[in-house]
């Protein structure tokens, strides 16, 4: 597993040049929704921004300075949305999001971190495998009767926690759409929390746990490839996953799943739906979702990686299904916000955030439905389960007349099924 | 120590360098410092001292500030309009007029270099000989100097040249009061202006001040110029020029603010039929009069150039978008004057030149003229025409008979507008009253008295204490004796600001 | 920690009160986002001992004066971008002006632009763009404050047509270092924004020179920009995603042409030529290597590209022409100058896959928005020279680079590349500005030291042979050491810093 030493040349290599918490230039649209980073954007101090973590990472290292009060509040009030990573990215050769994510490994290493919260959602995985702390036995009380399930497929729906317990109409959809477009598949009683919420909150042993299970799960069932309709699971599979060990198993989106199926004829959009939508890319679908590639080598002259590297620069995020299978909906109107794709502000679900900062949380979804608004559209649509909470949030909060949509509740609608 | 001791003691002292004929007491001579065609009066000249270069300049300023002696520098030939050379106590008139070699023309770099004395009248055939062209203000007088002119930031025929309010004033040699001489931007160094090899066209800093912006619009207080460098241009091989007309300046503004947007256009300047009129009649008064009623209330003249590649393809491309924007605004561009009795080449050659008949443009009507000038952005300048026209109207002066200019400056982002008010020897008062009156007006109303003459400077710096709080810390740095052309601006006792 | 020279109690309650709890921290933590080691530089500046965040032109007059009473030294900031760190002495308050953002005016027909601090280049030019307008944007990245960069440098990749930053800086709000505030130009007279000099003598000249004070004369609030007419599109139509966009502009009214020439004289004199036809948006001669940078996503594609050996092939003697016109007629005639030219002087295309990378992404010409890929290779990466005089004196500084830059190019200091100077003429060829990049490995030892050698032997470099290619930097040391060669100018900045700042406290610099 990486460490916090692994990311030196990131450390030393930061100028502050801001782009992490800025739009990137050839996205520019106007004054309006040009920054990127939600705690930069709430807070405005340098130290809230990848640029900021880094540097305290760097200090913290070299034993500069102390875990003193606020620190860990600070580190943890970052939503680990991976903007910064990825606009860095867009011009140099670091890693901002893995940094963070060590400097939190590290935090929990040395007794500091994680916040309260999160300790305890450990505690209730340990114990239930779910973060909600509810009984492991109801994990697939979603599932209706009346869906066909192929106990030999070697696809597998993985739900994951949030969808399982808080969002089962999302479990819902996913699998009518499978049987719909005649995918065999199984639905595994004995999968755990992906590990996501672990992971992000720097308790990767824990989390290398989880993902260890979920791995021999699939391996006993004979499973290939895992289907979700979760960002956190997707980008946790692809992300994660991968420092513990090679996975064999491919793991796709149920946007992805659905472009195909339409591509292949397999499914048909019939039902029409009058709706202005707006598409909220989730930061661990979107640029954060690319798959994990071990680098183990020597940073040579001139920044020269030796072995050549395989960088995530969120070049190829599941950006474009969601938005093909959405305008193909007879009626449905797409329109896009000024940050979108690997752009998108985040929705202030991730990160541990919701749990240690709810205020923060319903901020940062409150600033993303005001540029939703601003498209026009009368709705916004995303594909996770935590993105749906955290703008449900903020619509009840705000009374908005904003709708939120599950993208797998339109396409079961214009499925009519 | 009394004045006229004072003078004396710098007058022993500048012998020992300057020669004999170089300081002038004449009693004639000296008279014709104390006043000019402006309201301002003030003190005498008690000294005339030409200085030859450089180090006389800075042998002349020691002796001033050793004997606290106020020097007066003047560049330009007489007639003054601005008051700004009217020594407002008893002082020495510096007179550059001797220093006035053209030091460099470089067609390559395309500037040149020039002592202050050097005029309009020396340069523009010289520098037209040699291929190029100075951007011009209006119709100069032929012996006006070069650099006071660019200093002083008058505005040019042709806006597109300009990036702001300096240019085309590169790069400066400067005595301070305090004796100590200077050079700007990329003249500084490094090394002496012998071992520098750089061109000095770049004017900024050195570091991290803009000097050479102290010094303009300075009318003198800050140094004295003994050496500047300005852009020249490339001669055009083909020119047109075009006229269009209009009975009210709106228009005319919306198409040189397009023109000028699009950079479509060399020349562009808008005058009105009074102003025209004494540009191109060839007797007074009759001829005077009968081109005043001709002639449209305004006009806007635009010159198109082709330069030396391909002339007649760039002409035709920038006629079209001429010919467009006009045509948007129900305008047209004509080679004609209409009412212009076919002088259409005569405004050509006037325009590339200076003045050179007597007696100067603005006096060929009565003895004096008494010019109120501005700067605003184009957008306001029918609004200020209109406050322009409602003050003449109140003391009772026909507003036909005020020159009126418009000079867009810098590409258009600024407008010179400037009123000439024409004054009889019997008038004085009445005009004072409304030339006054006038500028407060304007002044109130938001207009933009950038280069305060005379009694401007009460009114302006009245209006910005903590602007003049500034300029007078600066003044403090560079004249800390107060000795360069006291009095004028917000440097002086109990004057407002 | 001990390295945080903290404030006095009661000048931090004093400050707190001025802009509430929020907006002023003096934790550690927080304060380890300012002093971190600049990978350019390879400096790294002490710890302010706090920072604050203003909201408006009198919190911030409040701050000054209460600086000035307790003789706390402060400097503002924005985006930290800047080369020369912001922190120059321990225990300095900075005052970040991130809170005020504001486009306060955008004037379509006069041609301004009123910001406020912490507006960035990716917000305004795409503003300005909407309304068919634009500015001179410094080739400093999409998140650079446009108003630091008009304070501090502003040279970019359209000079020709246009100039530097600061000929476009109009009217200003001042907060002077003792603390008050001045409108300068027309704005304080109720002209508005549209000129900065004036009355009388300019106090533009002031603000900034050709370089900035970088904080040392006051906090400016608020400036007026110029804006030119924008040729190209309103909105730009980006195809792909991070970091392989594509931003093509319609070819009938934009062209790129890179041409290879003999000689840099050849360079030269075509350049100069271009200027006197008054053609191109952009004319340069620009860096091959920094290209080769920039047109690169990683530090490994960049040096698989630079062993290809391409570039040094093709560029060191190339020069660089961006077309745009309002119509397909103009372009063609401005093609047809340019050729003539290009043909005079003997120079031929390059290879068309050079040439294409501009083409398909001609944010290269509006705002850079890939710059900070230069520091891709670990952060190693600096200017010298920076200065500006005509073009020929330009390209004679350039050909004097080998003498001093070849010694620290065979001890493996820095990159091979010694034609990585780039030439970008202003005002139609008036005037040119001079970069000198050296990309070093950050990697050695002795990292730290290199970029400071090569300034000093570039800037002895000059002395020697009589050439200004640089404004010397507000370093008190080398201001006092190098001042006499120019002209005494330390004396009267030196003077101009005592009068306007007679506490010392804004920012004063190192040492
Ligand atoms: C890779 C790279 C390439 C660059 N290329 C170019 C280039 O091609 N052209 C160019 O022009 N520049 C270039 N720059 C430099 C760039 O100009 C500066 O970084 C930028 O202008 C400074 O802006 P900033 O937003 O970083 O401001 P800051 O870093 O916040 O400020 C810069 C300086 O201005 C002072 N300052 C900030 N705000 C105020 C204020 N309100 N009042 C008074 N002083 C203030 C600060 O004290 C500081 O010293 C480059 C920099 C880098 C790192
Ligand atoms: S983390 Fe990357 S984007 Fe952010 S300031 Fe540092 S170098 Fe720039
Ligand atoms: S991960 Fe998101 S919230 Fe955290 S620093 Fe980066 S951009 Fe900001």
């Known amino acids: 597993m990486d460490k916090l030493t692994d990311y030196r040349y990131t450390m030393k290599s930061c100028n502050s040049c801001g782009q992490c918490r800025f739009i990137l230039g050839p996205m520019m649209k106007g004054w309006e929704y040009a920054e990127i980073c939600p705690i930069h954007l709430r807070y405005r101090w340098d130290a809230c921004s990848g640029q900021g973590l880094i540097n305290i990472a760097q200090e913290l290292l070299d034993g ?30 670091m890693e901002v999001m893995d940094t963070i994510l060590a400097l939190r490994a590290r935090c929990v290493e040395d007794g500091r971190g994680p916040l309260p919260p999160h300790q305890e959602q450990a505690r209730y995985i340990e114990a239930h495998h779910n973060i909600f702390g509810e009984p492991h036995e109801e994990r697939s009380d979603w599932l209706q009767e ?18 399982a317990y808080k969002h089962p109409d999302i479990a819902r959809n996913t699998v009518r759409i499978l049987n719909a477009g005649g995918l065999d598949f199984q639905v595994l009683h004995d999968e755990y929390c992906c590990g996501a919420p672990l992971w992000r909150t720097g308790q990767v042993e824990a989390a290398r746990k989880l993902a260890e299970h979920n791995t021999e799960v699939f391996r006993e069932n004979g499973i290939r490839t895992v289907v979700t309709a979760c960002a956190e699971c997707y980008g946790t599979f692809r992300g994660f996953y991968p420092r513990i060990a090679p996975p064999d198993f491919e793991v796709v989106h149920i946007s992805e799943v659905v472009q195909r199926m339409l591509r292949a004829d397999r499914l048909k959009l019939k039902g029409k739906l009058d709706i202005k939508v707006t598409y909220h890319d989730p930061c661990l679908l979107g640029r954060l979702s690319e798959p994990y590639v071990p680098w183990h080598g020597e940073i040579k002259s001139f920044g020269y990686h030796e072995p050549p590297k395989t960088w995530r620069r969120g070049t190829h995020g599941v950006y474009e299904s969601p938005r093909e299978v959405l305008k193909a909906i007879p009626g449905l109107e797409l329109v896009e916000m000024t940050r979108h794709a690997e752009n998108a502000f985040c929705c202030g679900g991730g990160g541990g955030v919701p749990a240690a900062f709810p205020d923060f949380a319903l901020w940062t979804a409150a600033e993303r439905l005001d540029e939703a608004k601003s498209t026009g559209a009368n709705a916004v649509v995303s594909a996770c389960p935590w993105c749906e909470s955290a703008f449900q949030n903020a619509i009840d909060a705000d009374k908005s007349t904003l709708q939120y949509h599950d993208f797998t509740g339109l396409v079961v609608r214009a499925l009519e099924l | 120590m009394r004045a006229a001791e004072a003078v004396l003691r710098f007058r022993e002292g500048v012998a020992r360098f300057l020669k004999a004929d170089s300081i002038v007491d004449d009693a004639r001579t000296l008279e014709s410092y104390n006043r000019d065609i402006s309201f301002v009066k003030g003190g005498r000249a008690r000294l005339l001292v030409y200085p030859q270069n450089r180090e006389d300049v800075r042998g002349i300023v020691r002796a001033a500030s050793k004997n606290k002696v106020p020097l007066v520098p003047v560049s330009s030939g007489p007639p003054h309009y601005r008051g700004d050379t009217v020594p407002s106590a008893d002082a020495v008139i510096v007179d550059f007029s001797r220093m006035k ?10 500037y040149a270099v020039l002592e202050p004395g050097v005029t309009y009248g020396q340069l523009v055939p010289e520098l037209r000989r040699q291929g190029f062209k100075l951007v011009m203000p209006l119709l100069p007088r032929a012996n006006k100097s070069v650099v006071t002119s660019r200093l002083e930031r008058e505005p040019g025929l042709i806006p597109k040249y300009q990036y702001d309010y300096l240019d085309p004033l590169l790069t400066l040699e400067v005595v301070y009061g305090t004796g100590d001489d200077f050079r700007t931007g990329s003249a500084s160094g490094p090394g002496t202006p012998e071992t520098l090899k750089a061109d000095g066209v770049n004017p900024w800093g050195p570091g991290v001040l803009d000097f050479f912006r102290f010094v303009s619009g300075a009318q003198g207080t800050m140094g004295l110029v003994t050496r500047a460098a300005t852009k020249v241009e490339v001669l055009p091989s083909l020119e047109e020029l075009f006229f269009i007309t209009s009975g009210d300046v709106r228009p005319l503004v919306e198409a040189m603010n397009r023109l000028l947007r699009k950079r479509v256009v060399d020349e562009c300047l808008a005058l009105n039929g009074a102003n025209l009129a004494a540009i191109l009649a060839e007797s007074l008064p009759q001829d005077f009069a009968e081109l005043k009623k001709d002639l449209p209330p305004w006009t806007l003249l635009v010159g198109l150039a082709g330069y030396q590649r391909r002339p007649e393809e760039r002409i035709a491309i920038m006629e079209r978008y001429l010919r467009e924007i006009c045509g948007e605004l129900g305008l047209k561009a004509r080679p004609s004057l209409p009412g212009g009795g076919g002088r259409e080449k005569k405004v050509t050659e006037l325009l590339s030149g200076p003045w050179r008949s007597e007696p100067y443009w603005k006096l060929r009507q009565k003895d004096a003229c008494h010019d109120i000038f501005f700067l605003t952005t184009l957008s306001k300048v029918p609004e200020f025409v209109g406050v322009m026209r409602g003050a003449a109207e109140r003391h009772g002066y026909p507003f036909e008979d005020i020159g009126g200019y418009l000079q867009p400056m810098v590409q258009g982002r600024g407008c010179h507008v400037e009123f000439s008010i024409p004054c009889g020897k019997d008038e004085t008062a009445r005009v004072k009253d409304f030339f006054i009156e006038a500028s407060e007006t304007l002044i109130n109303e938001g207009a933009f008295f950038s280069r305060p003459y005379g009694p401007w400077a009460d009114m302006v710096y009245g209006r910005d204490g903590e602007g003049a709080a500034a300029l007078k810390k600066l003044k403090a740095i560079f004249d800390p004796d107060n000795i360069l052309n006291p009095g004028r601006l917000c440097f002086r006792e109990g004057g407002r600001g | 920690m001990e390295k945080v020279m903290s404030l006095p109690k009661e000048v931090y309650q004093a400050l707190l009160k001025v802009v509430g709890p929020e907006n002023i921290a003096d934790r550690p933590h927080i304060l380890a986002a300012l002093r971190h080691t600049n990978p350019q530089s390879g400096r790294q500046p002490p710890s302010p001992a706090a920072v604050i965040m203003p909201g408006s032109v009198e919190e911030v007059r409040e701050i000054v004066r209460i600086c000035n009473r307790h003789g706390v030294r402060y400097n503002a900031v924005v985006s930290m971008f800047g080369m020369g760190g912001v922190v120059s002495q321990p225990g300095m308050l900075v005052i970040s002006l991130r809170r005020m953002n504001r486009i306060i005016e955008i004037n379509e027909f006069d041609r301004y632009a009123v910001i406020e601090p912490a507006v960035r280049q990716v917000q305004l030019k795409a503003e300005v763009f909407k309304r068919g307008l634009t500015y001179p944007t410094a080739s400093a990245g999409p998140s650079c404050s446009v108003l630091a960069n008009f304070l501090t440098s502003g040279d970019h990749h359209t000079q020709q047509s246009s100039s530097r930053c600061s000929r476009y800086l109009l009217g200003y709000e001042w907060v002077t270092p003792t603390g008050e505030i001045v409108r300068v130009g027309s704005l304080a007279h109720g002209a508005g924004w549209f000129c900065p000099d004036g009355p009388g003598p300019s106090l533009r000249g002031l603000v900034r020179g050709y370089g900035g004070w970088g904080g040392g004369l006051g906090i400016v609030t608020r400036i007026a920009i110029g804006l030119d007419d924008w040729k190209g599109p309103r909105v730009l139509t980006t195809q792909g995603h991070s970091p392989d966009y594509k931003i093509p502009f319609p070819p009938d009214c934009h062209r790129v042409f890179i041409f290879k020439f003999p000689t840099l004289e050849k360079v030269r004199d075509a350049m100069t030529e271009m200027g006197k036809a008054e053609i191109g948006q952009a004319v340069l001669k620009f860096f091959y290597a920094t290209e080769a940078v920039l047109f690169t996503v990683s530090a490994n594609d960049f040096r698989d590209l630079w062993n290809s050996g391409l570039y040094q092939r093709e560029l060191p003697r190339a020069l660089w022409v961006y077309l745009a016109a309002w119509t397909p007629e103009e372009l063609a005639y401005e093609e047809r100058v340019m050729r003539d030219i290009v043909e005079e002087f003997g120079g031929e295309p390059v290879d068309a896959s050079i ?16 710059l900070q890929r230069v520091l891709k290779l670990g952060g190693g990466w600096s200017p010298t020279k920076l200065g500006a005089d005509s073009i020929h004196h330009m390209f004679e500084v350039a050909a004097a680079i080998p003498e001093f830059f070849y010694d620290f ?27 000198l990049l050296f990309f070093f490995d950050n990697q050695r030892p002795d990292w730290q030291q290199i970029p400071a050698e090569v300034m000093q032997k570039s800037m002895e470099s000059d ?18 050491r190098l001042g006499p060669l120019y002209s005494n100018f330390q004396v009267w900045t030196n003077k101009i810093k005592e009068t306007f700042d007679p506490n010392n406290v804004s920012n004063p610099g190192p040492g």
Request: glycine share 6%.
């Open chain 1, 64 to 93: 500069e300075l102390d875990y003193e009060d606020g620190l860990i509040e600070h580190i943890y009030t970052c939503t680990t949305c991976g903007a910064c990573d990825i606009n860095c990215k867009s011009v140099r050769d």
């Open chain 1, 146 to 163: 009346g869906i066909k399930l192929s106990e030999k497929a070697d696809v597998a729906y993985f739900a994951g926690c949030a969808t």
């Open chain 2, 101 to 110: 070699r053209i030091i460099r023309i470089d067609p390559v770099s395309r």
């Open chain 3, 355 to 370: 040439t294409r990378k501009y083409e398909e992404n001609m944010d290269f010409f509006i705002l850079v928005s890939f």
């Open chain 3, 409 to 435: 190019i065979e001890k493996g200091r820095i990159l091979d590349a010694p034609h990585n100077f780039q030439v970008i003429p202003m005002e139609y060829g008036h005037a040119a500005h001079i970069e």
């Open chain 3, 463 to 480: 002395i020697r042979h009589g050439f200004h290619a640089a404004t010397p930097p507000r370093v008190k040391a080398v201001m006092e």
